[in-house]
């Protein structure tokens, strides 16, 4: 089985092989850049939704793989104030499709209004720790709860979810397993 990742993020990759590694052993797992066909900070879950698809399907496309998996993070505006939140899509070469989310946060007011100044998040987040390429480690999820949670947990978690039609398929299907 070939499994293709739209992602070279060492944190989005480990989140696909986490899983894949234990339901399929043999499988290859394959990362490559690929676009999402969204802004670099996707603003509501429609967005980040096309993007995560977009990934996976331009990723199995791309390496004629039996699976494209694409991960995207994003936020999206709650009546209670703008949330960090993430989708991860899975589409499979005979036409099949998975979806998972991962947990929302609410982010704090000053880094909320920076993004909608249209500040991506990652940059925001780097600029307050003064650290560099923080969503290739904990991400903002791991900045605003002290590495309580860390972003790679929040996108496998992402990816069982999104794997779920195709771990059990017969709850999918509405077949007796």
């Not at 899983?19 to 290859?28: I, R, T």
């Not at 996108?155 to 039609?165: E, I, K, M, S």
Request: proline share 6%.
């Amino acid at each position: 089985m070939k499994i293709a990742v739209g992602s070279t993020n060492p944190i989005k990759v480990t989140a696909v092989t986490t899983h894949v590694s234990h339901l399929w052993p043999d499988a290859e797992v394959i990362s490559l850049v690929v676009p999402s066909g969204v802004s670099a900070m996707p603003m509501n879950d429609a967005e980040t939704i096309t993007g995560a698809y977009n990934r996976a399907r331009a990723a199995q496309e791309a390496l004629q793989a039996d699976m494209g998996i694409g991960l995207e993070g994003g936020v999206h505006p709650e009546p209670f104030g703008l949330v960090l939140q993430g989708w991860v899509a899975v589409v499979a070469s005979d036409g099949r499709t998975g979806l998972g989310g991962c947990a929302r946060l609410p982010l704090p007011e000053h880094i909320a209004q920076r993004v909608h100044n249209g500040e991506e998040l990652g940059q925001v987040i780097d600029e307050i720790l003064a650290d560099r390429n923080t969503k290739q480690k904990g991400g903002a999820v791991g900045a605003l709860t002290n590495n309580l949670v860390v972003r790679g947990e929040a996108f496998a978690t992402a990816v069982a979810y999104a794997l779920a039609p195709f771990v059990s398929p017969h709850l999918y299907d509405g077949v007796a397993g």
